[in-house]
């Protein structure tokens, strides 16, 4: 049982109180979010903590999953045609004056490709908890990258994301 990758959006608990559990039943290769490496917040690793390369090994630093830092144009490439681009947060959260953890979310355009000619099979956008202003600057500089066979609604599709440019580009 092995994940190639967890990505946490942001540290809102509903974002990253499932990790524990999750490394409790599964290897996982990468943990992917929105900070520099060196600065991931405290509440972010007191539940990363759990993840481990080898599930039958305790959790040690040399077991731990390799951290990557998602930013608006980073690829994941995750091998067999399937990719994960950032397309926000523009730059790392770290050191950041955030007025509202959501505001560091990881935004990502996921696509599975077959084929030799890497066919699009399927492609989807997940934007964790953004609000109006980082929907509409991603509307605004990569109306492209919107274009998804599935979407999940920002934000639990509250009032405060999924606004109107954002979701006519999707």
Do not use: C
């Amino acid at each position: 049982k092995k994940l190639d990758a967890v990505v946490v959006t942001h540290r809102h608990m509903d974002h990253i109180g499932g990790i524990k559990a999750v490394g409790e039943k599964f290897a996982v290769g990468k943990f992917i979010g929105p900070w520099a490496k060196d600065k991931i917040p405290t509440s972010v690793m007191a539940h990363a903590a759990h993840l481990r390369k080898d599930i039958g090994k305790p959790a040690s630093a040399r077991n731990r999953p390799v951290y990557e830092t998602a930013v608006t144009g980073k690829v994941f490439n995750f091998g067999g045609g399937f990719k994960m681009e950032t397309l926000w947060p523009k730059v790392h959260a770290s050191g950041k004056a955030i007025a509202d953890y959501n505001e560091e979310s990881v935004a990502m355009r996921v696509t599975q490709s077959i084929g030799k000619r890497g066919a699009k099979a399927a492609s989807f956008l997940v934007g964790g908890d953004l609000g109006v202003a980082e929907e509409r600057w991603v509307a605004r500089k990569m109306p492209g990258k919107l274009k998804v066979d599935w979407m999940v609604a920002n934000h639990h599709g509250s009032k405060g994301s999924s606004q109107r440019e954002y979701m006519v580009a999707a």
